[in-house]
């Protein structure tokens, strides 16, 4: 991924102009326009299977665009989607595919406003890939970044970790776990709004690729400071982590795709989580650690036993298209 | 079985008061030789629980890891030249001298990576090739092994038995005293097979205290204390923390299937050298399911790890993976030099998973 984005960087002259550009490798960018910050994204998606326990590729695609908008602190307005499919995909498939998304959009009250559909001849890809754009509108200057967590904030985590990595794996491998929890695919703008009601919310990431580690180490990378975890605060679903015990998995760098950490001034913490936990996304929410000035950079964990250790940023891809 | 008292915070953190209380005087230094130990320790932070004057360090209990260059050539050689070569995933992507099996398959060689022999049989028969087996491990994974091949296998099913022994490895550690070890930390699933007998003889002839302890952190630290014991009162004997799991006679019906299929053998461990009696091998009896029976491959002389690598000190325990130059800068999980960093199972690979590149 490093050498993709620096083959990239090292050949976009036009990459922003102010707000968020593209150097600075964030969840979405912004353009400034007057008064307003204007913020895009896009994601492709790639997902295997396209049907699994919680959702589809139409959710997946749908609420990954709309989140990481939400994740900039930011309402999301309007997405566009792009569908390519093979020759012979079953149109009741596509019609599932494509309500899913609908349901996620009246979930978020964003619209689809444009699209694409193409069609390839069969075996030129597999099944379905779905590329969505997502765009939102704030006032200038007030987009959240990676880079804001301060010493003493409080990290809270909206709910519990590995539950759609896990899935899928589960899934993909033929394992019948019997999982109860499915995917956890679903908008976080419910959960960011209710923390952002109250205020003090310095740093917001989700925790999609390379999972709640990744979130966390990137977190603590780009606002140079250190982050403190208490490996028994973050809340794991006891069958997903049964599951990832025996896939050989850390579900805590694994995607998920319905939550959101998010780096709060110490004084608003408490009314921050009971905001969050009152919504119906983030009932599990929990403050899972600290910001500290020491360690910059790095993330300390308190194990589940009281020991210490580092919480290194996963490497390579644990689990290929599963997002 | 409910394992949650094993890793009870609580249950820990009194043993490791316990071990502080206990804290010699002069330095300790505690070999184990299991990947899955390691893992332990390093995914909980034991070691920032133990006093200064007690360390605990990893030496080859990494199946991957010491097999033998020659080995893996021999089956890229069986890959690109003779037969489809089903391989675990840790060892798809090991370097032997130059080329990995994942470097053959990506030069179009047939190799499949499967979770277990029983799949590797299922494929075979489902679709019919030659096929070759690279069956690797220590004593734990070498009874399906045996029973497979008394149940009988596919048409044109062939092994490459790159089993290695426990015990035997331990001996060669102790003989060859790189690292002054006050006590040896037994593996749980290999002592599972083999029993707590085997390791008397080290409590008796080298008066080392041993201690076989389960997987999770309380087994550690129980095993820990135990040996610091040992220690205090001069008196080194064989203590079988893991219980639960670990008779003193072992598995007697799963040694005896190994017996009846595998003889002992000097066994080439990658980074050691050759140890006598350390490895298995098919008997005449089963030979011609022996992949080089089958096949003509080349004769072979082992590689020195690629320049640079500590592999071979760390797997004596001799180097922790951070005194590696290598280690997190050139060598890491997606470019990894040598075979400790790429098997799950490997202390670099396991040390840059869970940080143990500082105590945290």
Redesign the interface.
Known sequence: MKLVSETILSNVTRAGQGGVTLRDLDDSGTLIWGDLEVVLTTDAHTVKPLFFPGGNIGRLAAAGTLNDISVMGVKPLAISCSIVMEEGFSRSRLETVVRSMNEVLEEVGADLIAGDTKVVERGDIDEMIMTTAGVGVTGRGSVIRDTGLKPGDDIILSGTVGDHGITILSVREGFDFQLQTQSDVGPIWGIVEAALEVGGVHAMKDPTRGGLSNALNELAEKSMVGIEIEEESIPVESDIRNASEMLGVDPYSITNEGKVVIGVDRELSDEVLSSVRATARGRKASVIGTVVEGHRGEVVMETRIGGRRLMEPPVGDPAPRIC | MDLSSF???DA??RA?KLLLRKAPRRQLTFLHVCGTHENTI????????LPDSVRIVAGPGCPVCVTSTCEIDSMVEVAQDHARVFTYGDMFSVPGSGRSLRDARADGADVQVVYSLADAISIARKSPKPSAFFSIGFETTAPLAATTVLAGVPPDFYFQISHRLIPPAMRALLDAGEIRIDGLLCPGHVSTIIGAEPYEPFAREYGIPIAIAGFE??DVMLALIDLIDQVDSGKPRVFNEYSRAVRWTGNRKAQRMIERVFETCDSEWRGLGTLPESGLRLRDEHRDLDVRNRFDLKPREPAPMPPGCRCADVLLGSADPSDCPLFGDRC???TPVGPCMVS?EGTCRIW?????????
Not at chain 2, 42 to 49: D, N, T
Request: hydrophobic share 20%.
């Open positions: 890793h009870d915070r820990v953190q490791a390093a995914r909980y932070g034991l070691r920032s629980l952190p309380l890491t999980p997606p799950s840059y998973t869970y940080g143990g590149r500082g105590r945290g």
